[in-house]
């Protein structure tokens, strides 16, 4: 990860544990969605402890560059490895007791209950300021104190206010709270398709996607930048994610938009716009689409189903706008010489996309659940890259 070092301040033995809790992380919920059975509050908060803890050691609480002072490299470990034992201690608890806990419920919590419930709230709010910044802790925090002090609001706003052992009760120990619907999708469907996504990258696919994409229209007027929304609405079919879109196809498509002549401003705004569109790309969509399934109670084959139109109206948008642009500055594609043969490029890797089509054809035509057709198509992914020896998946990179 990229917080995961400072100039090399994590040191070699964050480098090996990291990787190894996340591996572990994997393995969990491969095990979960294979034969797995757990209560929600147990698998929500072993969930939440695996993230929580990478999440502290990959994102230190402060940045220290080679030269900085032993007491403050001792500082930052107390924090990052008191936060992450707390981390496991909160989640472990639920997971250990859930049986007792769900008995006694909110109504009846007890003083360790309501302690590590506080305890719970802080490091969720911090995990999230140190990944995504103090927007979205700002407005918890206001949520949370709109639950203290409702009762100073004016009409239909105010309520009769709740106290501590209240709040932090139902926040940790209900579905109503930390553990409600986004930590559950996040626990089943996000977490299947996103190690299914790194699988299928690992695989070679997105390298496949990008080399067959720019063989196909790379010659064509403005051909890069054509390449890099081609290539972003495939990578988007396993991605979901317009970040990891970006670090697929940014690296390549951005240089050869500028190599043609298209301005650097405008190079990025392509990708950033074409990877965008990742999020709503069926099959593999964004989080929000379980979201959706959560919350509506309905398949995830009819918002896959749903998607497909805007989703292709999106990018031919972009293709439109990127079409006049180039007309209007003269830019042509790419040599033809400068490309290789769409046609070899899909028959010695287009094996590496029959995962995903594994994974639609387990969606529509039998009828699996996306989580199991998510962990069948993990396995595939594995399997089809020793079809052909040039694809061999190292057991290291497994």
Known sequence: MAGAGDNQGQGKVIALVIPAIAVTFALFHLWFLSVGRLATLQLTYIHLAFALVLIFLAF???????????????????VDLSLAGAAIVVGGYVAINFL?????????????SIILGVITTVLVIEGTR????????????????????GRSFPGMLAHRGY???????????????????????????????????????VSGAGRFFINWSNALVGWVRGGPAKVA?????????????????????GPFTIPLMKHVGLRPAFAGGVEAAASSGGQIMPPVMGAAAFIMVEILGVPYTDIVTAAILPATLYFIGI?????????????RGMDRSELGSASRIFLANGHLALPLVLLLFLLFYVDYTPTTSAFFATCAVIASCYLRRGTFLPPRQI
């Open 60 to 78: 230190p609480v402060v940045r220290l560059g080679p030269r900085a002072s032993r007491a403050r490299k001792i500082f930052r470990w107390a």
């Open 100 to 112: 007792e806990l769900a008995s006694k419920g909110a109504g009846d919590p007890d003083r360790l």
């Open 130 to 149: 140190r990944v995504v910044g103090l927007a979205l802790p700002i407005l918890a925090i206001l949520f949370i104190l709109y639950a203290f002090y």
């Open 163 to 201: 106290d501590l052992d209240r709040v932090a009760s139902v926040l940790y120990l209900t579905t109503d709270g930390i553990s409600g619907l986004p930590l559950q999708v996040s626990a089943t469907y996000v977490a299947a398709f996103v190690i299914f996504a790194a699988f299928l990258d």
């Open 229 to 249: 929304v081609m290539a972003s609405a495939l990578m988007g079919t396993i991605s979901g994610s317009a970040v990891a879109n970006v670090v697929s196809t």
């Open 319 to 331: 293709l439109v706008m990127i079409d006049l642009e180039v007309t209007r500055l003269g830019i």
